[in-house]
């Protein structure tokens, strides 16, 4: 009952998740935008600067086909749109899915028991904060994994000795560790 809490908690629509990497990502695609309409209105005022010489027919006769000025115009822009957009679909999943490749790997020796693996992105990455998010969570679990093998040799010690009440608390001690790593 709690999962599909939580799932449906989930399904709501949070603007305020990661203020920063939104900005960032708001910011490339805007840049993207204004970009390809700059260069969509210069061609479009190319187009209109375009003197009509000839007598008042000829005038008439261009001003009654709108379509046929208007057309390359909406074509040229259009291809520049498009252009503006497939350079934006290309590069900017790159500064995201780079940084995301590197934190799966690290992850993945993570899994195999490497717990001294530290995920090393490049100063201008723009997921800092979640490597580091990464870095500060395997620490932790490193900690906890040698406080367990440190009361678990005194436990061991205790045993081989013969000493059963510092066993007991030995044992005890390693039981409240496991108990904190919540599995």
Do not use: C
């Not at 910011?27 to 935008?33: C, D, E, I, T």
């Not at 790159?94 to 717990?115: M, S, W």
């Not at 005194?154 to 409240?176: F, N, P, T, Y």
């Amino acid at each position: 009952m709690e999962r599909s809490k939580t799932y449906k908690d989930r399904s709501k629509l949070n603007l305020a998740v990661k203020r920063e990497f939104q900005g960032w990502l708001l910011k490339q695609v805007l840049l993207a935008v204004v970009l390809s309409a700059v260069v969509a209105a210069l061609i479009l005022y190319f187009y209109a600067r375009q003197e009509v010489v000839g007598s008042f027919f000829d005038a008439h006769v261009k001003l009654r086909r709108v379509s046929d000025l208007l057309l390359p115009v909406v074509l040229s822009g259009s291809l520049v749109s498009l252009i503006g957009g497939a350079l934006l679909a290309l590069f900017l999943p790159q500064k995201i899915a780079g940084p995301l490749y590197r934190i799966e790997t690290d992850l993945a020796k993570v899994a195999q028991g490497d717990l001294g693996t530290r995920v090393k992105l490049r100063d201008n990455d723009t997921l800092q904060d979640f490597a580091g998010r990464v870095d500060e969570t395997v620490v932790a679990l490193r900690q906890r994994v040698v406080e367990i093998r440190r009361r678990h040799e005194v436990l061991e010690s205790a045993l081989s000795s013969g000493q059963l009440e510092k066993a007991r608390e030995a044992a005890a001690a390693l039981k409240e560790s496991l108990d904190r790593l919540k599995v």
